[in-house]
């Protein structure tokens, strides 16, 4: 391959080649700005001259770009160094669906799994207006927790109009792997070996196909010739699957069948519906399905006994080896409802109706903090909450029961709600949960714990929120990497809980003096309750408080006691020690080593694009703001610092379309703090002199801004060379500021 170790594109460090095909060359390597391992992927060296190809290869990083879903390849990057394009995508470690069905079908539950998630990561493409056109089992990737990406997006075609997809030539399919149409024909639908106009149930006949291979191991349309596997496309149906697989679930073969219909209209409409139909034989493997028939391996066990025995054993291991792999592939908790990696939880108010007080925040915070854990769901922020309730005209302090709580996932597409109580039958506590799918309401799973006392409440909390996670889907071994009991992790004093958790209630209400005494009262009951520390510490280190020598100090006490904290607990506080101490490039790296974990953290991304902004790296901190935006839309900072970012590089009219978008989320911003000063002389650097004055009149016009007001405006009269006007507005800004005591910046 052409790139050597050690080769430097831009930011990223060439360490070694991963792999090669006729269109593009992938290395593994090293984003020196974050120290976190990526895959680059380039164009071969005797395709750089070939505009052709750079076409295509720019266009697979569009397509790509475009896209945001779990089961969709992630590109971080596009760059140019040297005369070499590149783009630079997450590195996965695993397989391909190809590589995998090499050693031979997969059983039929894993399938079905597999199903689910190439047809969301579809639904996602298909709702952007992309159309693959090049699905098949070397476009898959399935990582080693069992996640699959879909690859490969260089045919992707995205209509200018709503309209179908239009097929390009035939020629141009080749262009994926040149010469190599043999491994793409059998995967092609109808319309597209015909050159017909394209549309999404082009990609759903390509997933039947793909879906028929790995129930069977074989391809569905063969021949001997490319141009015997085209016509077999055309005009011959594949081996009934219920006949090569006796037993298998009769919802299967007609989903499978409805795939690969040879008329579109006749398939599936939507990715959407294919992969709410597969799911349902997920949470019912067997629905329709009757006993399995007889398999291999109770067929070498009903053999009759003989010296060939032992050698029949031997040989029927790998058989029983793979069947007991299905077994506890069947028989582990399904996931409840087609819930993808990094879809969103909203976690409701856990009701209380035990009559004690000590339970109404503490077990809210604790059933949070262990389901923060995983890295497969992502739990709704409070603070997504309570900006949510503002735009519905609501308390942002509202209780969130089951009712509000599923109002909320459907105006913010969150995919699932947790609901839990606890009630008290003498010294015995009972907890329930439910998991509810946010779209119908409707409960899929319900968990009951049973705890013998006060002091085990917390352990019952932790129990039930394994289980969710389970049923969320997430795998076992990634849940015992990441899943420490919660007295361990928080605190076993339910008291000290409960001050925490009202003193997060007070600061969130801006309620600074008393928050922090509240959670010096938590640590009187637990000096060892970490993140209470680590709560100090974010209070006294912000603007509120400004000082950061008792911010580090606390700091270094919950450092301290890192193992009272979760994984990702210990991470945040690491990268906010550091930050505090000064350190911005090891904060940055260590808030980028938590987001290659927990990437929807919108609070992190903020703080790491804010620090890289703070530290003249512009730039990169647009693409954290942007990045925050596109998970939260109406978050109002991320607009605002995305302004302040597209200020620095001088690209002073897209700086205004941010503030626009942040002052129609939080109108009453523009007279905010520093805020008014900075959004008008951006206006200045923009030519809209007028336009910057109305806005410092604004402020001039508001009591407590007035003293800032008339500095912005005495600003602009010297930039204008009004001299004399600035004068007296100047004077009576220092008057103000001397007479409230405060420092004029």
């Not at 790139?3 to 991963?18: D, F, K, N, Q, V």
């Not at 129990?463 to 071994?477: D, K, W």
């Not at 009149?697 to 600003?715: H, I, W």
């Amino acid at each position: 391959m052409g790139l050597s170790a050690g080769t430097r594109l831009g930011p990223y460090e060439i360490l070694a080649p991963l792999g090669a095909g006729g269109m593009g060359e992938v290395y593994r390597a090293r984003d020196v700005r974050l120290d976190r391992a990526v895959a680059v992927k380039v164009l071969p060296e005797r395709l750089w001259g070939d505009p052709d190809a750079l076409a295509r290869f720019e266009r697979e990083a569009k397509a790509v770009a475009a896209l945001s879903h779990p089961n969709i390849l992630d590109i971080h990057d596009v760059g140019e160094a040297e005369g070499v394009s590149y783009a630079v995508m997450e590195l996965l470690e695993g397989e391909t669906l190809r590589e995998r069905l090499s050693e031979g079908p997969v059983p039929p539950a894993r399938a079905i799994g597999y199903g689910v998630q190439i047809a969301e990561g579809l639904a996602a493409a298909h709702a952007k207006g992309f159309v693959h056109r090049d699905l098949k089992p070397e476009n898959v990737f399935i990582t080693e927790d069992g996640r699959l990406k879909i690859l490969d997006f260089g045919l992707a075609k995205r209509p200018a109009t709503s309209g179908p997809v239009r097929a390009e030539a035939s020629t141009e399919i080749q262009a994926t792997e040149p010469g190599l149409l043999l491994g793409t024909a059998p995967y092609m639908s109808p319309e597209q070996v015909r050159g017909r106009p394209l549309d999404a149930r082009s990609d759903i006949f390509s997933f039947g196909a793909v879906l028929y291979e790995m129930l069977t191991g074989s391809r569905a349309f063969q021949g001997r010739t490319q141009a015997d596997k085209l016509a077999a496309i055309l005009t011959v149906e594949p081996p009934p699957l219920d006949g090569r697989l006796p037993g298998l679930p009769p919802p299967l073969v007609r989903i499978v069948g409805r795939c690969l219909a040879k008329d579109p209209d006749e398939r599936y409409a939507a990715a959407h519906d294919l992969a709410a139909d597969l799911a349902a034989l997920v949470e019912h493997p067997s629905a329709g399905g009757g006993a399995p028939g007889p398999t291999a391996v109770t067929t070498a066990w009903r053999a009759p006994a003989s010296r060939r025995l032992r050698r029949a054993l031997v040989a029927a291991l790998p058989i029983l080896v793979a069947a007991a792999a299905a077994l506890v592939w069947l028989v582990r908790p399904k996931a409840a409802l087609s819930f993808a990696p990094r879809d969103w939880v909203l976690v409701a108010d856990v009701k209380n109706e035990t009559g004690e007080p000590i339970f109404d925040r503490s077990l809210f915070t604790a059933l949070t903090v262990s389901l923060e854990q995983s890295a497969h769901a992502n739990v709704f922020p409070r603070a997504r909450v309570a900006a949510a309730l503002t735009r519905m005209k609501r308390d942002p302090g509202s209780p969130i029961d089951a009712e509000m709580g599923r109002e909320i996932c459907l105006r913010e597409n969150v995919r699932a709600l947790v609901t839990c109580n606890i009630a008290r039958a003498g010294t015995r506590y009972m907890l329930a949960a439910r998991i509810v799918d946010a779209r119908t309401g409707e409960a899929f799973r319900s968990f009951e714990e049973q705890a013998r006392g006060e002091d085990a409440v917390l352990p019952a909390l932790s129990t039930l929120a394994t289980r969710i996670r389970e049923n969320l889907g997430e795998s076992l071994p990634a849940i015992q990497r990441a899943n420490r009991p919660l007295p361990q992790v928080t605190t076993a004093s339910l008291k000290a809980l409960e001050l925490y958790a009202e003193g997060q209630q007070l600061w969130v209400k801006g309620k600074y003096n008393e928050a922090l005494k509240v959670y010096e009262l938590a640590l009187q009951e637990d000096p060892g309750f970490a993140m209470a520390h680590a709560a100090l510490g974010n209070a006294y280190v912000s603007h509120v408080f400004n000082q950061p020598s008792r911010g580090r100090e606390c700091y270094a006490k919950a450092l301290e006691l890192a193992s009272r904290t979760t994984d990702r607990e210990r991470l945040l506080i690491q990268a906010a020690a550091a930050a505090a101490g000064g350190d911005s490039s090891e904060a940055m790296r260590l808030y980028g080593a938590y987001l290659a974990t927990y990437p929807d953290d919108t609070r992190v991304r903020y703080s790491l694009g804010t620090h890289l902004m703070q530290n003249k790296r512009p730039a990169e901190g647009l693409e954290q703001f942007r990045e925050v935006i596109r998970i939260a839309p109406a978050s109002a900072n991320a607009h605002v610092n995305m302004a302040t970012s597209l200020t620095q590089l001088g690209r002073a009219r897209e700086a205004l379309d941010s503030y626009a978008k942040a002052f129609a989320l939080e109108p009453t911003w523009v007279t905010s703090g520093n805020l008014n000063h900075e959004y008008g002389f951006s206006l200045v650097r923009a030519g809209e002199i007028a336009k910057a004055r109305e806005i410092f009149g604004k402020a001039v016009a508001t009591t407590d801004l007035r003293a800032k007001g008339l500095r912005s405006m005495a600003l602009l009269d010297l930039y204008e060379g009004h001299y004399r006007d600035a004068a007296p507005r100047l004077r009576e800004a220092v008057l103000l500021n001397e007479a409230a005591r405060n420092v004029l910046s």
